[in-house]
Structures are given as structure tokens and as C-alpha cells.
T-cell receptor
Framework: NAGVTQTPKFRILKIGQSMTLQCTQD?????MYWYRQDPGMGLKLIYY???????DKGEVPNGYNVSRSTTEDFPLRLELAAPSQTSVYFC????????????FGSGTQLSVL | AQTVTQSQPEMSVQEAETVTLSCTYD???????LFWYKQPPSRQMILVIR??????QNATENRFSVNFQKAAKSFSLKISDSQLGDAAMYFC????????????FGQGTRLTINP
């Protein structure tokens, strides 16, 4: 059971470039999330999804886009990368809402130079 | 908006001793969850302990326990018999009970264990 898988693990982008961070889970979870962790800080929610075809903004959505065409996949798109997007990005998933454990991926470290 | 504050950027403790990490939060909700997560250098997010706000009894998990003071909006983590493997960043987090698991995290406390 792989859990939550994120690719790539590391990436360096130039300012203005675009990329997609991939996230997939094999636990048939309905809920999926994207968080970012800036150096020395806690995680902040970027976007989340409560099921295929449904996404919603979190605390810091600007500069990002998401889609949820399948239950398993929840890619995060960065358009026109900026140095302020240098961060570690975590994908997470859970089956339901309340008394459910949140499963985290191992993170993607992104540097924008 | 909910906020979570960890006022101790760094803490250190001797191996086998006890250490307490502090966390305060602000919310107008009455029904919520509080969490402590551990993040070792591997970057993995590991759930240490969870507290439901409607429960008066403090949660415990082996050497880890919390002191939950709902009226004071305080949620501290006590680590007993500290071990070298406890060295990590520790994050306090909050979420509303209902709805998606939109966690609000504190800034973190870096815990060092001295042998």
C-alpha cells in the first residue's frame, strides 16, 4: 500500500516557468489537500478537494491551480513561478471529514530562482 | 479566522527528562480538534496526539500527553522520558470538527535532545 505519493521530490524552477506537482493516493480517499511549508514555518492550506470534480480554495491559493478529475489524483499547477513560491509542498488525503486520520505525502521541495 | 501560536521557537532537554511545548489558539468555534505533529529531518509529518475539544479528559499516547485548557485556549504537549528520536520540529494544529480537514498550523518548535 503506497499511501500518498508525490512527484517530483525536488525541483528547481526559473522565474516565470510553470510546472505541475503530482499527487496520487491509492486509499480511495474522498478528500485531498495541498499545503505549503515555507522555511521555518508551519503548513498553510493552498487548495483542497472533497471529491472528483470538486475543488475549493484554502488560505493561500494565489498563483496556483488544481483539478480533480479522478479520485486518485490531485495535481497542483504553478503558473509563472515566483521566488515567493519557494517552499515545500505537501499533499494529504483522508477518507472522510471528522474522525479520520490525515495521511501526508513526503513532500516536494521547490526552489524558484 | 482561527490562529495558532507557538511562542517557543526552540527548546532543548536532557535525554530521559521531561519537556513541555506550549501552544495557544484563537477561535470562536466550540467544537474542534487540536493536534500535535512531529516533523523529523526526513520532512515526514507524523501525528503525535489528538484532542477533541468536547472531551474534558486530556489525551495521552505513551510518553506523550497534553494539557488542554479550553477556557484559556491553551494546548501544551508534555514529553516524558525524552529520547534522542524525539528530536524534531513540533507543530500544534487546529481544525473545526465539521467539514474538511483544513488544518491551521502554528509556527513550530524545534526540540533538541541532549545526550
Amino acid at each position: 500500500n503506497a499511501g500518498v505519493t508525490q512527484t517530483p521530490k525536488f525541483r528547481i524552477l526559473k522565474i516565470g516557468q510553470s510546472m505541475t506537482l503530482q499527487c496520487t493516493q491509492d486509499m480511495n480517499h474522498n478528500y485531498m489537500y495541498w499545503y505549503r511549508q515555507d522555511p521555518g514555518m508551519g503548513l498553510k492550506l493552498i487548495y483542497y478537494s472533497v471529491g472528483a470534480g470538486i475543488t475549493d480554495k484554502g488560505e493561500v491559493p494565489n498563483g496556483y491551480n488544481v483539478s480533480r478529475s479522478t479520485t486518485e489524483d490531485f495535481p497542483l499547477r504553478l503558473e509563472l513561478a515566483a521566488p515567493s513560491q519557494t517552499s515545500v509542498y505537501f499533499c494529504a488525503s483522508s477518507y472522510g471529514q471528522e474522525n479520520e486520520k490525515l495521511f501526508f505525502g513526503s513532500g516536494t521541495q521547490l526552489s524558484v530562482l | 479566522a482561527q490562529t495558532v501560536t507557538q511562542s517557543q521557537p526552540e527548546m532543548s532537554v536532557q535525554e530521559a527528562e521531561t519537556v513541555t511545548l506550549s501552544c495557544t489558539y484563537d477561535t470562536s468555534e466550540s467544537d474542534y480538534y487540536l493536534f500535535w505533529y512531529k516533523q523529523p529531518p526526513s520532512r515526514q509529518m507524523i501525528l503525535v496526539i489528538r484532542q477533541e475539544a468536547y472531551k474534558q479528559q486530556n489525551a495521552t499516547e505513551n510518553r506523550f500527553s497534553v494539557n488542554f485548557q479550553k477556557a484559556a485556549k491553551s494546548f501544551s504537549l508534555k514529553i516524558s522520558d525524552s529520547q534522542l528520536g524525539d528530536a524534531a520540529m513540533y507543530f500544534c494544529a487546529y481544525r473545526r470538527r465539521k467539514g474538511a480537514q483544513k488544518l491551521v498550523f502554528g509556527q513550530g518548535t524545534r526540540l533538541t535532545i541532549n545526550p
